[in-house]
Each structure stands twice: as structure tokens, then as C-alpha cells.
């Protein structure tokens, strides 16, 4: 099948959806597909073969942050270009609320069209998808997928209409194996924690306490942390000065040493607070086989399968937190089980598996109707 | 004897007059920064109400048209989303800027029914705030300077009323620099 996949954020900027477009671009490559993708990207950006650069996002603020989209005249007309010349047999764009290039490839295309929605729309935006030219795009897509039961009940109670929950897949092969960092995880024990350091709902604030609780009882027990920060002394400051050498801050890290870090604890933390759709990153470290301790928001009870699968702690209570850890830390057959059972639990989540569930998706909406075109009304411009 | 008296009433008089004046002064400032408020207010409004006929106008890509109904909708909202007005109100300089300083962005629009009346009163809007903004600020300025002095503040001259404070925010439609259409 001749696949065109829409990415309406900048390819060189890591993310959630790029990540997601790239994982599922290659899994229906590997399948057999062909498939073609546009993304905003840097003229300068090396691409993937199968990714087409729409020239670079523009930063501009939208729902009251700064987001790097495609939009404008010349935009639409390379995405009216790209879907012509790629006779696709279906089109499937990723968030088409968000107004960038998955919107404008809704605007001038007709034919079967598949969307993806990410994220669960936050109030203030649900009254701009009802926004008569964003209307008009989401009505024109013929099947839905939502990668969470939360991004489908807002689409569903706001928006109107259902949706299929297809939860993101995981690119389990990359994360199985990794050289840990040197030094790691040592004699006393490690901790890790992946994830924004200023973001309060991923929640390292909260493991902060329980590392203060568990540090005097644990000697060596060290805590590495990979993430973008802005102000590392403030967060430190939270801590006290006698186990601010046990934590270890990497900043942001690249893809491969992300794995690297996995593989360098011996238990890891995922104490995020709210706002997580699926966890990710709690999946990725299942796939690395790592010991898994995370709070008991809906999203990792999911992938966690209630606890089974990776101990979970009543969300936000530090001192709970810091007796999940300190019993694993204590017991390595439970730590062993608990990794295999991960294993196990997150092939439910591997890539390939969800690829074939998107793919069922394309089949529906494929039936009795004809390739993907660009429409005679579509918004000529110059 | 009496000519001290006629003199310690004379400078008392004078005095009274004096700080009655430079009250009166404080007040009348003040009145013009409720003025100069409201007509900034105005155009604001003025300028989002354009915008949101522009995002509207079907001149527009979607995109385009709903990055500016969102900062629209953004300034309406900035009460209830916890944004401060002038975050807002910049924010919706910049999608202006963004969706403006497109390469061709003109020439893509011409021969457009509206289309160039359009434009112009967009821009004229943001040339209007740029204009009642920088009128607020110098009052601004005037009346914190008055209510500054010495012999204001041990006298409490502006009475209750508080200080004013001044409108910051990106009102520019033109980059600075033209090859980044919007500073970060």
C-alpha cells in the first residue's frame, strides 16, 4: 500500500509525534509498505529517504506557548505538491487540530484520510476545533485513531464522533540492548529518571524526596537524571548539600545514550503527577528491561498491567515512593522478576504490533474508495 | 509683629495654594491615564476584532487562519487562562508578524476580493496600538513622576489612588531582523 504520512511539528526537534511518525514510518517500511512522510525540517537537516522536508517550521506562539509549524501559503502548496505527485492509497495525518501541516494536507486533499490525535485537547483548544476551518479539515477524515483512552473520551465528549485508541508503540529491538555509562550503576545502587527536570507533572520534585528519605538509609545509592533543565543549582537547592554529589544531572541526551542511561540503573522512577497520556518513556524503560517504579496515574497502571508488570506508588506521596524503591533496591529476585514480567508485558506495545493495528485502520478506509488526490477547491495560491 | 503674622498667613496661603495644585495636578494625570488607557484598550480591541476577520476571511490557509483565531481567542481569554493581557496581546503581535513576514505573503494575496483593504486595516490596527501604547506609556511616565516627588509622597497627594503601571509588549508587525521573523 502506498502510505502518506503527515508530521506537523520539525523533524529536528525531538518529540512525542516525530517520534511516534518515525517508529511507525519504519514499521510499515519493514512490512512491505511504501511510505512517504512530510515533516517541517531545516533545509540543512540530514532526512530519512522516505521523508520529505516542508521547508523550516516557523516558532509562533499557539495555545500559550511557542511551537516551531509549517503554515502559509508556501507550506500548503508543498503539501499539495507532495500529495500529488505521491498517488497515495491513503493519507494519514497526525494531529490535525494542531495548525500546521497535517491541517493544510486535510484542506487540499480528498480521498481516504486517517488521523491521529496525541493529545487530550486541553479546554481552551477543543473551541478552536470547532473553528469552521478546522471543522471543515476534520471532516473530511474518514477514520480516527486516538493514542490514549484520554485523547478519545476529549474527542469524543468535545469534538463528537469516535475514535479507535491505538496506543503508541514502543521500538522495543533499539532499547533491548546498551552499554551501561561508565562508573554505573555501582556498588551502592542507582536510581534513573528520563524526562523534563522544570516540567512539575513529570514529577521530579517528588523523587527528590523520596531520595532524601532513601539517601541516609542507602550509602552510595545514587540517582542519575537525563532531561532538559533550565536552572539546575535551584532544583539541587531542594536537596540537602550532603546527597547533592549522589545525584547525577546529564541534561538533555541523545537517543542512544538515553538507552545507555536505562541500562545503567538498577531501578527506574517514573513519579509523573498527571498529563501522561501513555508514559513513553516508563515503556521504553520496560523494554530495557528495567525495574520499573511509577505513580498510579491511569496511564502507567495501563502499561504497568495494575502493578504486575512494575510496582506502582500512590501518586505523589514521596514517602511511598521511597519505600517502593527501597524495597526493590533490597531485593534482587524481585527486581529480576519484575524485569521479565516488563519484557513480557511491553511486547504488547512493540512497534510491529502497532504498526498492524494502524494498518487495519488504512484497510477500512481504503474499501470502495479511490487514491488520495488534491481538491479543485483547495485553496489555489499564486 | 503684625508684619510676621501677615507674613507666616501669606506663606501658609501660598503653600496650600501650592500643594492644592500640585494635588490637583496628580488628579488631572491621573484622568488622563484612565484616557490614555481606555483608548489603548480600544485599540486593542480594534486590532483583535481585524485579525479575527482576517483568520475568518478565507484569504488564508487554515493554518495560518487558526494560529491568529487562537491569539485572538488568547487575548479574549488571558482571565481565564491565567496568560497576562500583555503575554496575550504579544502573542498576537507575533502570529500577525508570523503570518505577515511569510516571503510573497503580498503578492500571494493580490488579486484577492478585500484582500488589500483587508491587510491594510490589519496593519493600520497594529500601527494604532503601537501609537495609543507609546501615548499610555508617556503619561504613565508623567504620572509616576509626579506622584514620585518628595513633597507628594510625605503629603500622600495621589490619595488612594494607586500607581500606575505601564503596558509592555511586542507591538511590532516588522522583524527586527529580517531573516527571523519572530525573536525568541
Sequence with gaps: MKIGITCPYSWDVPGGVQQHVRDLAEALIDEGHEVSVISPADDDTPLPPYVTGAGRAVPVPYNGSVARLSFGFLSTNRVRRWIKDGGFDVLHVHEPEIPSLSLLACWVASGPIVATFHTAIPRSRILLVTYPVVRTGLEKINGRIAVSEAARTTLVE???????????????????????????????????????????????????????????????????????????????????????????????????????VLHSVDVFCSPNTGGESFGIVTAEAMAAGVPVVASDIDAFRQVLRGGEAGELFANGDAEDLARALGRLLGDQGRRAELSAAALAAVAEYDWSVVARGVYSVYETVVLGSTEVAVTASGGEFG | MITDIVIVIAAALFMGVYVSWRAGRIDR???????????????????????????????????????????????????????????????????????????????????????????????????????????????????????????????????????????????SLVAENASTPLSL
Aim: aromatic share 4%; glycine share 8%; charged share 30%.
Design chain 1, 158 to 260: 468535545h469534538i463528537g464522533g469516535d475514535a479507535v485508541v491505538i496506543p503508541n508503540g514502543v521500538a522495543t529491538r533499539h532499547y533491548r540492548k546498551a552499554e551501561p555509562l561508565p562508573g554505573w550503576p555501582g556498588e551502592g545502587g542507582a536510581i534513573g529518571f528520563l524526562g523534563r527536570l522544570d516540567e512539575p507533572r513529570k514529577g521530579l520534585p517528588v523523587l527528590l524526596r523520596a531520595f532524601e528519605i532513601l539517601g541516609p538509609r542507602h550509602p552510595g545509592l545514587r540517582l542519575l537524571v537525563a532531561g532538559r533543565y533550565a536552572d539546575a543549582d535551584e532544583l539541587l537547592h531542594r536537596v540537602p548539600a550532603e546527597l547533592r554529589d549522589r545525584i547525577v544531572l546529564l541534561g538533555q541526551v541523545s537517543e542512544e545514550d538515553k538507552i545507555r
Design chain 2, 29 to 171: 494625570l491621573h484622568t488622563r491615564v484612565d484616557m490614555a488607557r481606555a483608548a489603548l484598550d480600544a485599540t486593542l480591541l480594534r486590532r483583535a476584532s481585524v485579525a479575527l476577520e482576517l483568520a475568518t476571511s478565507g484569504l488564508l490557509d487554515p493554518a495560518t487562519s487558526l494560529l491568529l483565531a487562537s491569539a485572538v481567542h488568547g487575548t479574549r481569554d488571558s482571565r481565564s487562562t491565567d496568560r497576562p493581557r500583555d503575554l496575550a496581546e504579544s502573542d498576537l503581535t507575533r502570529a500577525l508578524r508570523a503570518a505577515f513576514s511569510q516571503p510573497g505573503f503580498r503578492t500571494s494575496m493580490t488579486g484577492k476580493d478585500g484582500a488589500d483593504e483587508l491587510l491594510e486595516e490589519v496593519e493600520g490596527a497594529a500601527h494604532q496600538v503601537f501609537l495609543a501604547r507609546k501615548f499610555y506609556n508617556d503619561v504613565v511616565a508623567a504620572t509616576r513622576d509626579a506622584r514620585g516627588r518628595p513633597l507628594a509622597r510625605v503629603l500622600r497627594l495621589s490619595g488612594r489612588a494607586r500607581a500606575p503601571e505601564f503596558f509592555e509588549m511586542d507591538d
